[in-house]
């Protein structure tokens, strides 16, 4: 060496092999265009996306569920008419008869009941049974021509009865139907008898089931009870087939009740279940 001394501010030369470049020590190297925040942001916008498909998912069941019952439903309300039915209604014999009232309104009762009897095929014989609750009161009309029965002339037959409640607590309350009797004969030689009604509620109103079944396959909206009758000969071997013929007319509707209601129920069961298990899944990836 010279011993010559280096200007100030110039740093020695390095001898010896060596890096071209200075390494900063500790510091991992990165490739270009690497994001370690953006990638963890994608996958957790990701996860929100499923989570928000699983809540929609589950939303359309709950909302599917829903409107099965409505369909299912609200058609069976449809069928909740009032009826008459009979064990067994024979042509020329007698029979007892039911009159099914239902109460249709949510916020009235029913407190009284008018059934007239058919003008064109009068009964000779009309009897009823007492009803708890219940005053009746039978109203008769005198014939044109009067009708025989047993041998012996009638001239005046029953033509209306009106069953009245004696009371709030005897009345026919919403969501409620209640059954009143009647025994009538000889029953007449013909398919069918309509029994035009009148159903009184608390409030005034009066529904009136009077209206009759055409030839269409439509049910009128508020069709009068019709009675099936049954021929002597087709029951003279099989009364309780004739009983099955007799009342179909008044059971079929409730079937369809029980079956529309069972569907509604089934449908929101299945939909509440799938919506659950989403739910479940959803706490899990969340």
């Excluded at 994608?42 to 599917?64: I, K």
């Excluded at 004969?185 to 035009?196: C, I, N, R, V, Y």
């Excluded at 009870?225 to 071997?237: D, H, N, R």
Aim: charged residues 20%.
């Amino acid at each position: 060496m010279s011993g010559r001394a280096l200007p100030t501010g110039v740093a020695p030369a390095t001898t010896g092999a060596g890096p071209a470049h200075p390494v900063t020590r500790g510091a991992a190297a990165v490739p270009a265009g690497f994001n370690p925040a953006g990638a963890a942001d994608g996958g957790a916008s990701g996860a929100s996306r499923g989570v928000r498909t699983l809540r929609r998912a589950a939303r359309g069941l709950v909302v599917a569920a829903l409107a099965a019952c409505l369909v299912a439903v609200l058609p069976a309300a449809a069928f909740a008419h009032v009826k008459v039915t009979a064990d067994a209604a024979v042509q020329g014999g007698y029979a007892a008869l039911t009159f099914r009232i239902p109460n249709e309104h949510d916020d009235v009762s029913t407190t009284k009941i008018e059934v007239r009897l058919p003008s064109d095929f009068p009964l000779a014989s009309v009897s009823v049974k007492p009803h708890p609750g219940w005053s009746y009161e039978i109203e008769k009309t005198t014939l044109a021509t009067p009708i025989e029965s047993h041998g012996a002339k009638i001239g005046e037959v029953a033509s209306k009865i009106t069953w009245t409640a004696s009371g709030e607590d005897s009345a026919i309350k919403p969501g409620e139907y209640d059954e009143f009797s009647v025994s009538a004969g000889p029953l007449p030689e013909t398919d069918q008898l309509a029994f035009k009604t009148l159903q009184y509620y608390s409030d005034g109103e009066v529904v009136r089931w009077i209206q009759e079944q055409g030839t269409g396959d439509e049910e009128p909206e508020r069709p009068a009870p019709v009675l099936e009758l049954t021929a002597k000969g087709a029951v003279a071997s099989a009364p309780a087939t004739a009983a099955r013929v007799a009342t179909a007319a008044g059971t079929g509707s409730d079937a369809g009740v029980s079956w529309a209601i069972g569907l509604s129920a089934a449908s929101l069961v299945i939909c509440l279940g799938c919506a659950v298990a989403l739910a479940l899944r959803w706490r899990r990836t969340g």
